[in-house]
C-alpha cells in the first residue's frame, strides 16, 4: 500500500517557497516520506533544485492554475492509497509525522478540529456547545474513487458560494455571505450539516484523535517567518 502527502503551491509564488521549506521539514522528520507536489509551471524556478542532500525530494510534480483553493482538484488527482494533504505554509516539528496513517484504518477521512491555535481567523467558528469544525487546511483519506469524486465536488461547492457576489444574492441561512470564502464552510455543509441539500453520509470521516487532535495542527504565536 502506497502512502504519501501532497502539497498545493499556486495563487502566488511566496507559495511556492512555503511549500518547498514545508518539503524540507516533513522529509527532516520522516525521510522516507512521498511528496506529490501541485503548482504553476512558472514558480518551477523558484523551488530550489527539487534535491536535498543529492536525493529528490519531490516523488511526483503535477500542474495546476492559479485557481483559489486549487487544492482540491489536486487532492482529487493523487495516487497515493493513503494520501495526507498539508497546507504549503504549514511547518513540521516532530517525528510523529511519520505516524499520520496510523488512524485511518477503513475510515474515508481523518480531520482536526479548527481552534483558536490552529486557525488565522478564529471569529466564524462556533463553538459554543461544544461544537467543532473540521480545519481544510490538514487531512488524512484512504483513495478511492469515491475520495476523487468528493474533491471534485467539494471544489465545485465552494465556487458556487464563492462567487456570490452581493449579500443580497446571498440565499444561504445557515451561513452567512461573508463566510463563503473558507472552504471549510462548503466542507461542513457536506461533513456535518444533515439538514443542508450538499449533505454527505456516504464519507465516513473521525477526528484524528478524539483527544489530542490538537498536537497535530495549530499555530505558534511566537514563531514569525520573516
Given amino acids: ?19 518547498h521549506t514545508l518539503a524540507l521539514s516533513l522529509l527532516d522528520f520522516y525521510p522516507t516520506a512521498k ?6 509551471k512558472q514558480f ?4 530550489d533544485k527539487h534535491f536535498k542532500n543529492g536525493t529528490k525530494i519531490y516523488d511526483d510534480i503535477g500542474y495546476c492554475n492559479n485557481a483559489y483553493r486549487a487544492k482540491m482538484l489536486c487532492c482529487s488527482k493523487v495516487n497515493y492509497d493513503q494520501v495526507c494533504y498539508l497546507d504549503a505554509d504549514m511547518w513540521i516539528s516532530d517525528e510523529m509525522i511519520s505516524h499520520v496513517f496510523d488512524n485511518l484504518n477503513s475510515t474515508d477521512m481523518l480531520w482536526t478540529k479548527i481552534r483558536e491555535m490552529s486557525a ?4 466564524w467558528w462556533d463553538w459554543r456547545n461544544g461544537v467543532r469544525h473540521p480545519h481544510g487546511g490538514f487531512f488524512v483519506w484512504n483513495n478511492s474513487d469515491k475520495m476523487k469524486e468528493f ?17 443580497e444574492e446571498w440565499t444561504e441561512f445557515s451561513y452567512t455571505f461573508e ?10 455543509a457536506m461533513l456535518m450539516n444533515s439538514n443542508h441539500r450538499w449533505y454527505r453520509p456516504d464519507i465516513k470521516w473521525k477526528w484524528i484523535d478524539d483527544y489530542e487532535d490538537w498536537r497535530w495542527n495549530y499555530i ?6 520573516t
Fill in 179 to 188: 463566510q463563503r470564502h473558507w472552504d471549510q464552510i462548503s466542507l461542513h
Fill in 120 to 123: 488565522a481567523d478564529h471569529s
Fill in 44 to 47: 518551477l524556478p523558484l523551488i
Fill in 1 to 19: 500500500m502506497s502512502k504519501g502527502f501532497v502539497i498545493v503551491a499556486s495563487n502566488a509564488p511566496r507559495f511556492a517557497w512555503y511549500a
Fill in 220 to 225: 505558534d504565536p511566537h514563531y514569525e517567518i
Fill in 151 to 167: 474533491f471534485k465536488t467539494w471544489y465545485e461547492h465552494f465556487y458556487e458560494w464563492h462567487l456570490v457576489k452581493s449579500p
Fill in 35 to 40: 511528496i506529490h507536489l501541485f503548482t504553476e
